[in-house]
């Protein structure tokens, strides 16, 4: 199993992004500590998402963060993105194996204990646990799991995990507590006027939690 530093992930949002746009976002996060970017856009086209994406991995190169694209394996494939991400309902997950190969970082959704045990290390990299809470920018999501419920799936699941759902930077000590590798926000950096400076706290407070 690759090692992969969750610690910080960044997952895009573009309307949260619209005041400096997804690429500058993540290339100030990215300076600012982020270690994971996905680019997620539920209303894009595969044409769009390859646009961005390849813009994306331009400025991301070098940085040593990792590209991960949500649910559009053909978008991943297209960039030669680090990683695919994709959710229970997304695509049944050998299959995104077999299309990425055995090179590309495969992460996975898990809502439930259920789901949890049933991920496969030697088809999934790592696993998305949550929601911890409820989050305006996925309405869709399923009922929150809370910090208990997280590190109950964290115990379990049988990969690295990183927690997401509603997760700001008052939750960094919850979050790395439950048992986690990493956290994922969106809002506590794509929401915020300076991406840079969010992302810069969220990595000291992750830094600096055992200490």
């Keep these: 199993m690759r090692r992969i530093d969750l610690s910080l992930y960044l997952v895009l949002d573009p309307e949260l992004c619209a005041g400096i746009g997804m690429v500058e976002t993540a290339g100030r996060a990215v300076a600012g500590g982020a270690t994971v970017v996905q680019l ?22 070098g940085t040593g963060a990792l590209l991960v694209v949500n649910d559009d394996v053909d978008a991943a494939i297209a960039i030669s ?27 996975l959704s898990v809502e439930t204990e259920v789901l949890a045990r049933a991920v496969d290390p030697a088809l999934v990299d790592y696993a998305g646990i949550g929601p911890v809470f409820a989050t305006q920018t996925k309405p869709d999501h399923k009922p929150p799991v809370g910090f208990d419920g997280l590190a109950r799936l964290a115990a379990i699941c049988p990969v690295p995990s990183v927690a997401i759902g509603g997760l700001k930077l008052a939750h960094v000590a919850g979050v790395f507590a439950a048992g986690v590798d ?3 926000v969106v809002s506590a950096i794509c929401g915020t006027s300076d991406p840079y400076g969010a992302a810069r706290e969220l ?4 830094q600096g939690r055992s200490r």
């Design 40 to 61: 997620r856009d539920k209303n894009a086209s595969t044409a769009r998402m390859i646009e961005t994406g390849l813009v994306l991995k331009e400025a991301l190169a």
């Design 81 to 107: 993105a680090d990683g695919l991400h994709v959710g229970q309902d997304d695509m049944v997950v050998r299959a995104a194996r077999e299309r990425i190969g055995p090179d590309m970082i495969l992460g």
């Design 182 to 184: 990493g956290i994922a």
């Design 203 to 206: 990595s000291e407070a992750i």
